[in-house]
Every structure is written in C-alpha cells, then in structure tokens.
C-alpha cells in the first residue's frame, strides 16, 4: 500500500518570503499522479498543482512550484513571494496510475504567514 | 462550469442518533462521488466512493453507509450514530479516477 509523509506538522514564513514544504512517498508503481491540496480555515479543499509521474518537467502554477525527484520518491511544493492567503493546511496526496480511485493523503503541514 | 454543494455545513447531533448529509454535483455528468473523513489534525481518511448511479465502494467497515440514487447526488446515512463518528465530512467528484478530486465546503459534524 502507498504511503504519504509529510515530516514537517508546522512551517511558518515571512510575508513575501519563499518556504518549501516537503512531501515524499512509497510506491512500487511506475505510473501514477501527485498532488498538493490547501485547506484555509475555512476548511474546503482547494487543488494548488498536479504532477504525473511520467512527466519531468515540474508543475509550475504561478507563485506555486513543485521539486519532483521520482527516484527519491519526493514531491516538494515551493510557494514563492508568500501572502497572508498562503495561510492554511496543506496536504500532499498520492493517486495510482492503475485507476485506484482512491487518493492517498498525508497529515498535512500547517503553514503560518508572518506579516 | 461545475460546483458541488454540501450541507448542512455543521451538525449537532446526539449519540444513537440517525444521519443525513447530502452533496450534489452541478455542471457535469456521470462524475464520480467520494466521501471523506477527515478527524482533528489527521489527514482525510476515504469512507467511500461511487463510480455511477446505486454503485457504492466501501473503504473502511463502520457504521456509517452511502448512497447514490442520482447521477449527482451522494448520501451518507448512519442509523445510529456513535462518539467517534464526530469529524469533519468532505464531499469530492472527480470526472475521471487520477484526475482531481474537487471538494465541497464540508460538514462539521460533533456527536454529544
């Protein structure tokens, strides 16, 4: 079964300031899709970036970027020029490539805008 | 464009208590349907999906149950709710499995 590790439960950055958050995965599978999710206080679950696993290129939509390294198993999201709007969970997420409807999520990482 | 609504948003509700909590899809057809758990601090935790009209995948054994009698409408029911049925419950629809999963606003669900 696929695991989802998120290793760090708080991050906090400055306003304007660039953070990484850190997400790395198990699988035996070759094919299969990534993805972040944020969750404000608000609570719903907003899509930030998708990445498959077949393609090298990163992600990339528009402050919000992803590092994919598919031999370490590791899909980090990079949020560039931070706003106070950045605040709120975020959750990495994993989908099989063999038509698992099932996403796999980990525990999320809260993230604190310093003004 | 497509939207999913969910409600009540919170919900109050005694132990041994029954359930509804519905979610419908607009904009789109023949989506497929989950239902989350998602417990204080924890990550989202599936409890069941559906890929078409009465069909139902259960992924974790409970008390609680799902069904789909429209094409965008999604039910979770439990006859007798217990403490540990408290959380907060997230509605998704994908149009394909991997594409991504768009969730509603939730329901807060507290068991007294």
């Known amino acids: 079964a696929q695991t989802v590790t998120q290793s760090q439960p708080e991050m906090s950055v400055q306003e304007a300031e660039t953070v990484t958050l850190s997400c790395t995965y198990d699988?035996?599978?070759?094919?299969?899709?990534l993805f972040w999710y944020k969750q404000p206080p608000s609570r719903q679950m907003i899509l930030v970036i998708r990445q498959e696993a077949y393609k090298q290129q990163n992600a990339t939509e528009n402050r919000f970027s992803v590092n994919f390294q598919k031999a370490a198993k590791s899909f980090s999201l990079k949020i560039s020029d931070s706003q106070l709007g950045d605040a709120a969970m975020y959750f990495c997420a994993y989908g099989s490539g063999a038509g698992s409807y099932q996403l796999t999520f980990g525990k999320g990482t809260k993230l604190s805008v310093i003004p | 464009s497509q939207t999913i609504h969910q409600w009540p948003a919170t919900l109050v509700q005694p132990v041994g208590s029954p359930l509804s909590l519905e979610c419908t899809v607009e904009?789109?057809?023949?989506?497929?349907l989950y239902w989350y758990r998602q417990a204080a601090g924890r990550g989202l935790q599936l409890l069941f999906y559906?890929?078409?009209?009465?069909?139902i995948s259960s992924e974790v054994p409970q008390n609680l149950s799902a069904s789909r009698p429209q094409d965008r409408q999604f039910i979770l029911s439990s006859k007798k709710l217990l403490l540990s049925d408290s959380g907060f419950y997230l509605c998704?629809?994908?149009?394909?499995?991997?594409?991504?999963?768009?969730f509603g606003d939730g329901t807060r669900l507290s068991i007294l």
């Open positions: 998704a629809w994908s149009s394909q499995p991997n594409q991504p999963q768009h």
């Open positions: 559906s890929v078409g009209i009465g069909q």
């Open positions: 699988t035996s599978e070759s094919d299969y899709y």
């Open positions: 904009g789109t057809s023949n989506p497929n």
